[in-house]
């Protein structure tokens, strides 16, 4: 148990509908990333948050995704008309946000846009 | 544009060989290097991490180099066991900039 929870485990959705994932930190980490994951690829960087700040938004971020954390504590995806291009694994992970910055990875939402 | 390379997509080896993993980078001056493992539909698994001042670090039956030199570390697992099958993924990092990760290795260790 890394103590990252992320709901749904599986979403399933038609293209052009919008999705919205959660993680949530069983303990308090400064920081928190949202990373994607395609087959045969180590997880791609999106965005990442210092408490409730919105610090870095990757490239790959379009302006179909947006990120929060309102509280400093969960945090939301939310995938605005989803494209079938979008189906990956999205993954969340906590940090204690100080040197090294090893990660602890939630189990991941796997979304499958149809 | 910072690159990584693992040394391939797939490896197989037999039980109670040690398994060798290769991590190269370029346009990078890491300050750490991590290693994780990740089994199929799970996340990340953080494992090692090695400073570049650090020539090797050992956990249990796992070993970990870094030659900054060479641009490259080297992940061993001794005495393999069918249980350490799973992709290894490895995450250069500067300290200051978002983990970026290879595309992993698949190991596959068979009995």
């Known amino acids: 148990d890394t103590g990252v929870s992320q709901d749904p485990r599986h979403k399933i959705t038609k293209r052009g509908q919008n999705v919205t994932f959660r993680c949530d930190p069983i303990?308090?980490?400064?920081?928190l990333y949202w990373y994607r994951q395609t087959l045969g690829q180590g997880p791609e960087f999106l965005t990442y948050f210092q408490n409730e700040a919105q610090l870095e938004k990757s490239r790959l971020l379009s302006d179909r995704f947006s990120a929060e954390r309102p509280k400093g504590s969960f945090s939301t995806l939310e995938i605005q008309r989803t494209e079938q291009g979008d189906s990956a694994m999205y993954l969340c992970?906590?940090?204690?946000?100080?040197?090294?910055?090893?990660?602890?990875f939630g189990p991941g939402t796997r979304l499958t846009v149809l | 544009s910072q690159k990584i390379e693992q040394n391939s997509e797939a490896l197989n080896i037999q039980e109670g060989k040690t398994a060798t993993l290769t991590c190269n980078y370029t346009n990078y001056s890491p300050a750490y290097l991590q290693w994780y493992r990740q089994d199929p539909g799970r996340g990340p698994v953080f494992l090692l991490l090695?400073?570049?001042?650090?020539k090797e670090k050992r956990k249990e039956r796992l070993k970990v180099t870094f030659d900054t030199t060479l641009k490259q570390s080297l992940f061993h697992i001794t005495a393999s066991q069918p249980a350490d099958s799973a992709t290894y993924l490895c995450a250069p990092h500067s300290g200051n900039t978002p983990l970026v990760f290879g595309k992993g290795t698949r190991l596959s260790v068979i009995a």
């Open positions: 303990s308090e980490h400064n920081r």
């Open positions: 992970a906590i940090s204690p946000g100080q040197g090294t910055d090893t990660q602890y």
């Open positions: 090695i400073r570049e001042n650090e």
